[in-house]
Nanobody, 122 residues
Framework: QVQLVESGGGVVQPGGSLRLSCEAS????????MKWYLQVPGRERELVAA????????DYADSVKGRFTISRDNNKNMVYLQMNSLKPEDTAVYYC???????????????WGQGTQVTVSS
């Protein structure tokens, strides 16, 4: 089964940095784009960043462009989110997942890890 384990969150002051990690298993990691999402209570998950299967292209939500960098290591089945110049509005639980086509091929509803909490506060 697919497993996604996020880590690296914590409490940081505005302007600080964090590096989130996601360890994935249960699928052919290098075949799929990977994405980071955030979720705030009362809101649905929102896409933060995406990276293609080989790591050649990335895309970001407008709110994080220039501050966050997504990367991956296909030899380790890991995807990362480097978060710089953090703002209070970045406070959320962050989740990783594969692109939806993985779940479509599996004919399953997407499953999610536990996420990792990021709190930006002074």
């Amino acid at each position: 089964q697919v497993q996604l384990v996020e880590s690296g969150g914590g409490v940081v002051q505005p302007g600080g940095s964090l590096r989130l990690s996601c360890e994935a298993s249960g699928f052919t990691f290098g075949f799929y784009a990977m994405k980071w999402y955030l979720q705030v209570p009362g809101r649905e998950r929102e896409l933060v960043a995406a990276i293609t299967s080989a790591g050649s292209r990335t895309d970001y939500a407008d709110s994080v462009k220039g501050r966050f960098t997504i990367s991956r290591d296909n030899n380790k089945n890991m995807v990362y989110l480097q978060m710089n110049s953090l703002k209070p509005e970045d406070t959320a639980v962050y989740y990783c997942n594969a692109e939806e086509v993985l779940w479509q091929l599996k004919r399953e509803v997407a499953s999610w890890g536990q996420g990792t909490q990021v709190t930006v506060s002074s």
